[in-house]
């Protein structure tokens, strides 16, 4: 029933997990960085960890490379460029590929910055989250609103034509004035890129232990509609959930891999992957051992654990990536990274154009913007319950 017949775009993901101190917000696998940061240590079990995971990858070639974390611009630019070198060694790199490097504006330096581009680092990411500075401290943000300048600032004098700023709304105390704000400023910049998201309070973190006071349920429906008029006038167009793009070409590749089930190898404490194995017919998620400590052991393995992704689940894993972006997604794509036929979702795709969920057409569909604000109940449709997927025969071993 499934037949895994072609191999998706392969990306490359390498987490650093330290940070100068952690956000109160933040769920991410970070911690406290050391006095002493153990960089050639951690750069050479990148190395090892990533030459492990090979073999399952030959003959692919990479389009994409994320270093994100934690904070991966507590890491000299002389690393950086050593580690993508010897990546560089190990697996090829699509001629045109994109490499994104995540920096927060507390460790932003222009020498560093310059290293980072000199390295071959094509894409930066700058971790700004606002422009105000009483909103930052709220935050527990380590940088002010003058160091966010001033990293915009070295982007560009490095010679990043592309980066984005990352920003939240809907944070403590925020009115819509200051949420459209932060948006005039970030839009001002000179970057082809913006995430613009809403601040949530996650599980196991000093938010959601403590919660702030945030904006109520009608303010944040005033800032949403409020900074979306303001980025469409800025010429930003959606093309995901919170990803906003001034043309098609600043569309984030590695992001938009994510999205469209792509693979993505994974090395870096806590790091995860997924990867389409078509000799085995499966398609395997996999994360690494979340611990700097663990990770850095040579008596253990990197990996904490590989789970081969079940059939009956794979039509909800395809869905909760592509149901992402606004634009429409080609039918196609369900049989070319699942291996399974689209017959078994046509269904759940008519059903959900009866609810006004989703828009299909003969070989295309996507979400509606009813269907985005009811994403929870639009997934529904294509849980395993929901779907007729017979469940895979198991053969009895005769020994």
């Known amino acids: 029933m499934m037949t895994l017949t072609t191999l998706p775009p392969l990306a490359l993901y390498i987490h650093v997990p330290w940070c100068v101190r952690k956000c109160p917000y933040c769920d991410f696998n970070s911690h406290q960085a050391p006095n002493n940061l153990p960089e050639q240590e951690y750069l050479a079990a990148l190395v090892n960890d990533l030459t492990e995971q090979l073999p399952q990858v030959w003959g692919r070639s990479i389009s994409s490379i994320f270093i994100g974390g934690g904070t991966p611009s507590l890491l000299s630019g002389q690393g950086i460029d050593h580690l993508l070198a010897q990546i560089r060694a190990l697996i090829p790199f699509q001629p045109d590929i994109e490499i994104t490097l995540e920096a927060n504006p507390g460790t932003a330096e222009a020498k560093k910055f310059a290293d980072f581009f000199q390295a071959g680092v094509n894409r930066l990411s700058l971790g700004i989250q606002s422009f105000n500075d009483g909103h930052l401290q709220k935050l527990g943000r380590i940088h002010g609103s003058r160091d966010a300048y001033q990293a915009i600032e070295f982007a560009h004098q490095a010679g990043f034509t592309r980066f984005n700023i990352d920003l939240m709304h809907g944070l403590p105390e925020q009115s819509v004035a200051q949420a459209e704000f932060d948006l005039q400023q970030a839009l001002a910049a000179g970057g082809d890129h913006l995430s613009w998201y809403q601040l949530t309070l ?57 999205w469209t089930f792509g693979d993505y190898l994974a090395i870096g404490a806590g790091a995860h992957g997924k990867i389409t194995l078509p000799a085995e017919n499966q398609i395997v998620r996999y994360h690494q051992r979340r611990s700097p400590k663990d990770y850095l ?103």
């Open 202 to 258: 996650e599980p196991n973190t000093l938010f959601y232990a403590k919660p702030p006071q945030l904006p109520a349920d009608d303010q944040l429906v005033d800032i949403q509609e409020a900074g979306e008029a303001i980025i469409a006038a800025g010429g930003f167009q959606r093309y995901e959930i919170s990803a906003f793009a001034r043309q098609a070409s600043s569309r984030s590749r590695h992001n938009l891999n994510y």
């Open 297 to 399: 052991d040579p008596q253990q393995s990197f990996t904490r654990e590989r789970k081969v992704i079940e059939v009956p689940d794979l039509p909800l894993e395809f869905m909760m990536n592509v149901l992402r972006l606004t634009t429409p997604v080609p039918k196609a794509w369900f049989f070319e990274r699942t291996g399974l036929p689209l017959n078994l979702i046509d269904e759940a795709l008519a059903r959900a154009q009866s609810l006004g969920l989703m828009e299909t057409s003969s070989d295309s569909f996507i979400t509606t913007t009813q269907g985005s604000a009811y994403l929870n109940d639009l997934l529904a449709l294509f849980m395993p319950d929901n779907l007729a997927i017979p469940a895979p025969i198991k053969v009895k071993n005769i020994s």
